[in-house]
């Protein structure tokens, strides 16, 4: 979706390389590129912050929330994201190594 190249990632249910049929893309506005690095690093701050037990697919969402939410045309707006995992399936993942 990203038109980026398909290749290896700790993203684990995102990036499938492929465009389900049931998928509108038309709906789309925008796809935010998100790094392994910054999807660990928020949801794991998340955890630390606010005692949200996320998983990294939810560091990706809050990443791209974090992101959209420094833009001028969002200032004052609310962006509602949604937590997709709990960190459960994560606990041996670099996410929350140390």
């Excluded at 290896?8 to 389900?20: E, S, W």
């Excluded at 959209?68 to 993942?93: F, Q, W």
């Amino acid at each position: 979706l990203s038109g980026r190249p398909k290749g290896p990632h700790q993203l684990q249910g995102i990036g499938a390389g492929f465009v389900p049929r049931v998928l509108d893309t038309s709906i789309i506005d925008e796809i935010i590129p998100v790094s392994d690095a910054d999807a660990f690093n928020t949801g794991a701050e998340i955890c630390r912050t606010e005692g949200l037990f996320c998983g990294i697919t939810s560091g990706a969402a809050l990443y791209a929330a974090s992101q959209l939410a420094l833009r001028e045309e969002y200032a004052g707006k609310n962006i509602v994201v949604i937590i997709p995992d709990n960190g459960d399936r994560y606990l041996s993942t670099p996410m929350f190594a140390g």
